[in-house]
């Protein structure tokens, strides 16, 4: 079953055609010939996911790992830690700041702190690994996975969701790569959301656009992870925000309007991204979308 966008969200799946996914096993030309033509190195994961650098973001060693410490620091210094995208919005001029969406995801303090309780490990709720697959007919059966292979890596949040961990592509991408990614992403009809990781310092590169036209190609909803955040000015990094943000809007019709700027060394954006993923996976119910 696939999640869609709420009613009245800019940027809403509005391609609801699903295009024949075609016997597995067979070669997707789409993805295939642009992967053998660019040599792709950058990375795309699915995540609803949540991919292997958001699992590293948790276990990163920030002195704001834990929300309740967020909210003892100053207000100033909690937005922006918590909403980057609204420290960035402070650098524009007035009819400018129209320029980013920052408020089509606006949780109150009291809803992120709630999503904390997801993605916290304790004996009642507990975060394992399930299983991997190499193949959509090796995906497990859920809740109750068998087989045990090396490509997709299945991790149980609690009770709350399934997250699904999908390699990278590019020269060390596995030889099947295109017949799984394509495969999983056309057929898994309990895939809920895509998330892509894109890096914020370099923007949106070839091998990312890729990513994007095969989510568009598949109407899938998805949406844009902005890494790194931490590696650039606060000048180089709206400008690219500003520059991806323009993308999404003319672009793409499947991606969520709101970008997510992260950083794993200073956990910005972290909090944000986890009330968006407790939100749309059903587990938790804020005003804020």
Known sequence: MRLQFPSGVAGAGSRTRRPDPGPVGQPRGFLEKKMAILRLRHAVRTLFEVPAALRRLSRACSTFHAFTDVLRLPKRQMTKLVFPLQ??????????????????????????????????????????????????????????????????NFFKVGKYFTLVDMPGYGYRAPEDFVDMVETYLKERRNLMRTFLLVDSVVGIQKTDSIAIEMCEEFALPYVMVLTKIDKSSKGHLLKQVLQIQKFVDKETQGCFPQLFPVSSVTYSGIHLLRCFIANITGNLKTDGL
């Open 87 to 152: 420290e960035l919005e402070r650098q524009l001029t007035p009819d400018s700041r129209l320029d980013l969406h920052v408020k089509i995801f606006d949780p109150s303090l009291e809803d992120i702190s709630k999503a904390e309780a997801v993605f916290t490990a304790t004996s009642r709720n507990r975060i394992s690994y399930l299983s991997s697959a190499v193949r959509l007919d090796h995906a497990p059966d859920l809740p109750s996975p068998e087989g045990h292979t090396k490509k997709m």
